[in-house]
């Protein structure tokens, strides 16, 4: 028989020392939890946690350690109608498992209910041959052992990306370690990262996930991952060696790898649902241990509340959920040493009765934590919800994925009408959106393209979504800003190609140049193409995989240009608002029409207008961190989003010396040519643009 003592209540999950391990889990509405040890056989043990306090069942089991794989059983009643689900009969994935073992079989064990039948009366059948395990995980190695970079914001470039997508294909990555953490660590994969000269590495999901049935049926997969079942175990099929616990050190040893090369890492998280779905879906974990504690119901505790699109929602307003968040936020950062967090749909974590709330309980929480409130944050500011667009309201310590500079810069280059005025803003940062609530340029990530949706190749050759493969999941996307330049996909001719490939420069350039963070999309800087699919989620294949050996060499270099050019001029990365004050005569930013003139009030309105110039002044751009003066070149940057070419008129004398070109993405390479005196005009191909600097 297998001992158990009484243990202590904290900390929750599974801790082990020297003489074995303490379970805790916590559940307001048990009656009873028994713990379920298994053996390497699969043999199952059941012993009752002995003691609760506050709510919290713990016991401690003598003589076991690190890659016991353990489950819970919650007695309870089952009561949908009052928001009550517990069923012994399910075994139930542990909530701060550092680990798990396995992959959901999907089949009438997992559900509480008679499938076919409504979910009123609780089904017995035993889920535990079904279901993955929780695995015990020893302790974290010493946290000095793994320094962050600590990039400023103003100076961090984004790269996002997928841990299997960018390593699946990797010619120089040897097979065993494609499309796996280690896969990331390589050298290659590195190499490429550091020699573009981005500054952070956004990985798509990495907890623990589950592949939804319906999904596995169309002999499809929950490729990104957005379906989380563990927010403290790394995604076992990301390890190479094992998933006792190996997964979360060679997750580690991926993060250390790139600290080395001075990369920061960032992890997308969903924390505003999970992968148990609606009240029809499966009993892997929270449903059964707490469903009313765990997430938000209707006026009517049988159904949930879905602000998400994915069934259910979970409740930030119980003290525990929030709780379980910042416990597993802070070993993300402590233990595992990542260095920041997307958040998934955030606006659903700021919903505490309907609305969303500037000032929840969540961010009140992440605010005050010494821990998180130096890491990095963003927020992807809206959710499916009535009023959840909240791209600007975020609280000060926030950054968010700018939504409407993806949609601003889209429209000016696809020629829509009356974007200039709203161009001019994304360009500088989005002060309408940040400036009043006390945000710098850098809390605005902007981006072009990111993982949901179309690639930048793709951007340029398609007009609709291509979601075929997609089957009866082939909606989605919303990708409707797009700009086909000539014909529908994949085409022979060389006038298309080479307008598709100017585009692409055109939308590069546009991002490196604006003020905030730019958030490049993994693959765009070799011409990824996913033939026109825009919600790629169910494709892990060869179709969202990095096409490596197909690279479009000139993309890169042209990225890595641009990059090094963002890194080099202090003016295109400010860390405060332009203010247009003259210093020594000239003003910090200046808007000027083709002629050459300062752009009046007028010339915003006309809804025509696809040009302008812009200077930036190189002087007074603020100080270092230590004091020292922040200085650089003055920059003229010459748009024209017409078909058309069209001569622009340099400014004044006041504005500069002599003006030479660095960047024109007119030319196949980007590399601007030629030099003229203060004064003179420049022609500047249609849909295009070029970047001046003076070296007065």
């Known amino acids: 028989m297998t001992p158990v003592w009484p243990g202590r209540p904290y900390p929750l999950g599974a801790t082990a020392d020297t003489d074995g391990v303490n379970f805790t889990l916590f559940s307001e509405v048990a009656e009873r939890v028994e713990l379920c040890l298994f053996d390497d056989a699969g043999r199952e ?407 949901d949706g179309f690639t930048l190749r793709d951007l340029v050759s398609y007009n609709e979504g291509h979601n075929e493969a997609n089957g009866e999941f082939a909606g989605g996307g919303g990708d409707h800003r797009s700009w086909n330049c000539g014909a529908e996909g994949p085409t022979e001719d060389p006038a298309v190609n080479a307008l598709r490939a100017r585009q692409q420069r055109n939308f590069l350039a546009t991002l490196f140049l604006s003020q905030g963070v730019p958030m490049l999309l993994g693959g765009d800087e070799i011409g990824r193409t996913q033939r026109g699919n825009n919600n790629a989620f169910c494709q892990d294949n060869e179709l969202t995989w990095y096409d490596w050996n197909g690279a479009d060499e000139a993309i890169c270099a042209f990225v890595r240009r641009l990059i090094a050019f963002r890194r080099e001029h202090a003016a295109v990365r400010r860390r405060r608002w332009f203010h247009g004050r003259p210093i020594r005569g000239v003003p910090d930013i200046a808007w000027f029409d083709v002629a050459g003139n300062e752009m009046g009030e007028d010339q915003w309105s006309v809804g025509f207008a696809r040009s302008l110039a812009v200077f930036l002044s190189g002087k007074a751009l603020g100080t270092g961190e230590r004091g020292e003066p922040i200085r650089d070149e003055d920059l003229l940057v010459l748009v024209n989003a017409h078909d058309g070419p069209l001569s622009f008129r340099l400014p004044s004398e006041r504005f500069a010396g002599r003006w030479r070109a660095l960047i024109d993405t007119a030319r196949p390479d980007g590399v601007g040519r030629g030099e003229t005196g203060a004064a003179g005009e420049w022609e500047v191909e249609g849909r295009s643009l070029v970047v001046l600097t003076s070296g007065r």
């Open 45 to 451: 043990t059941r012993v009752d946690l002995p003691e609760t306090t506050a709510y919290v069942w713990h016991g401690f089991v003598p003589g076991i350690g690190a890659g016991q794989r353990y489950g819970f059983r919650v007695h309870g009643p089952y009561d949908p109608a009052r928001g009550l689900r517990c069923q012994p009969a399910k075994l139930l994935l542990d909530p701060y498992a550092r680990a798990i073992e396995g992959d959901v079989r999907w089949g009438q064990e997992v559900f509480a209910y008679r499938l076919g039948a409504d979910d009123l009366a609780p089904d017995d059948t035993d889920s535990a041959a079904a279901v993955p395990r929780s695995v015990v995980v020893s302790g974290a190695p010493e946290r000095a052992a793994d320094a962050h970079p600590r990039v400023p914001w103003h100076r961090t470039v984004i790269y996002e990306t997928h841990v299997k997508g960018i390593t699946m294909c990797h010619p120089r990555v040897p097979p065993e370690h494609r499309g796996k953490y280690l896969g990331l660590a390589h050298p290659a994969v590195i190499e490429h990262l550091v020699s573009l000269g981005v500054t952070a590495v956004e990985l798509q999901p990495v907890h623990q996930f589950v592949h939804q049935p319906l999904l596995l049926e169309k002999g499809l997969r929950n490729y990104w991952g957005y379906d989380t079942i563990g927010y403290f175990a790394p995604h076992n099929a990301y390890a190479v060696s094992g998933q006792r616990g190996e997964q979360v050190r060679e997750f580690r040893q991926m993060v250390r790898a790139l600290h080395d090369a001075g990369l920061e890492v960032i992890l997308d998280v969903v924390y505003n649902h999970t992968a148990e779905g609606n009240h029809l879906g499966p009993t892997l974990s929270f449903r059964g241990i707490d469903d009313a504690a765990y997430y938000r119901h209707t006026e009517d505790p049988r159904w949930y509340m879905d602000y998400t699109g994915t069934g259910n929602s979970l409740n930030m307003r119980h003290p525990n959920v929030l709780q379980l968040i910042m416990d597993s936020l802070r070993y993300w950062v402590n233990d595992m040493h990542v260095d920041g967090f997307r958040f998934d749909l955030a606006a659903t974590l700021a919903r505490e009765l309907h609305d969303v709330d500037r000032l929840s309980s969540f961010f009140d929480l992440i605010q005050q934590d010494p821990t998180l409130r130096q890491t990095k944050l963003i927020a992807e500011p809206w959710d499916v919800g009535e009023g959840g667009y909240h791209v600007g309201n975020f609280p000060p310590l926030w950054s968010e994925w700018n939504g409407r500079y993806r949609d601003a810069v889209r429209d000016f280059w696809r020629g829509g009408e009356r974007t200039l005025p709203e161009m001019a803003s994304r360009l500088t940062g989005s002060s309408d959106l940040y400036e009043s609530s006390g945000r710098r340029p850098y809390h605005s990530v902007n981006f072009v393209t990111a993982h």
